[in-house]
């Protein structure tokens, strides 16, 4: 090449707009970690994308969300985290994880986490104190297991006090001992016979009922799992086919035609959530975000159910609830 031609080259490559060398911007990517499914949770998505976009972080224009499903298959979870980690997201929201939290924590504890829970995070060992949760991880949580006792009372005030309550829980879920523990003492406080029904999953949804009958328990109360959620409308069907009259934790069950619901907003725990995760983006440390507690708790009753089963409302409870199905 001759040496007025190469200048020419060197000036035209000099000449070449400064964008073309100029590195993109890092898109942050959000790691979504949930036990349920994607149609059981699709209202509570939406509320964490709106406190995303509130918090200026829009899906597909300056972040990228990662969802991963456990479907209901809970033991899929701890994989299902270390494989965020392997992808290395910026934060990861872990929901309805509480049969696996102790080893999604273990599995993510290289990145910043919050994580949504039904129980005590500190009992739990997720934080150190609901103040400084401490490590890199803090919680939202609906303390979910501590009001077991005032659905019990809810339950009996609807049904004239039942001879035999029956609970149905999934002994793995983490919050199971806690909850057992809470609804034992409030039965034994007012001199209720309660009946303890397992299930683990949904396969064991049949058997429970079958012994319910059996053994002639007159209401039940569901606790919190995420198979129960995910589930709920084969579980408030189950309630409806033998007349059960039923409360439980979360709203959604009483939408989906259960007698009655007790507890705080779910779609409120995804919409903080959504919040904490954007400080975490914009440079805050999980140590500086307190662990969330609910401040408000609502009674759900579905008339309609009410009436098919035969049962009057009274008008304690109609005045006590937030909301009344028809």
Not at 168 to 181: G, K, M, T
């Amino acid at each position: 090449m001759r040496r007025r031609e190469f200048l020419g080259f060197v000036g035209g490559a000099a000449a070449w707009p400064v964008t073309a060398h100029a590195q993109q911007p890092v898109i942050p990517v959000v790691g979504f970690l949930n036990g349920r499914s994607p149609a059981s949770d699709a209202h509570l998505v939406t509320a964490f994308r709106q406190a995303l976009n509130e918090s200026g972080y829009v899906e597909g224009r300056n972040v990228t969300i990662e969802f991963l499903w456990a479907e209901g298959q809970l033991d899929r979870l701890p994989a299902l985290a270390a494989d965020l980690v392997r992808r290395k997201v910026s934060v990861i929201f872990a929901g309805a994880i509480d049969t696996q939290i102790r080893p999604v924590k273990a599995a993510v504890a290289t990145i910043p986490t919050v994580m949504g829970t039904g129980g005590d995070p500190v009992e739990l060992g997720l934080v150190t104190s609901f103040h400084r949760p401490g490590g890199n991880a803090t919680a939202i949580t609906v303390i979910s297991a501590a009001l077991w006792p005032k659905r019990l009372e809810l339950l009996r005030e609807m049904t004239s006090q039942s001879t035999v309550i029956a609970v149905l829980i999934n002994p793995d879920n983490q919050n199971a001992e806690s909850a057992l523990r809470d609804i034992r003492a409030a039965a034994r406080a007012i001199g209720q016979k309660i009946l303890i029904l397992n299930a683990s999953t949904e396969r064991d949804f049949d058997t429970a009922f079958a012994t319910f009958v059996n053994k002639r328990a007159n209401a039940l109360v569901v606790t919190d799992d995420a198979i129960f959620i995910n589930q709920r409308e084969r579980l408030v069907g189950l309630a409806a086919r033998h007349s059960v009259p039923a409360i439980y934790g979360r709203r959604e069950f009483a939408a989906a035609g259960g007698l009655m619901s007790y507890g705080a907003s779910t779609i409120d725990q995804y919409r903080q959530a959504g919040l904490y995760v954007a400080r975490i983006l914009n440079g805050a440390k999980p140590d500086d975000l307190p662990v969330l507690q609910p401040t408000k708790f609502d009674l759900v009753i579905n008339l309609k159910t009410a009436k098919a089963l035969g049962l009057t409302v009274p008008d304690k409870l109609i005045a006590l609830s937030a909301e009344v199905i028809e």
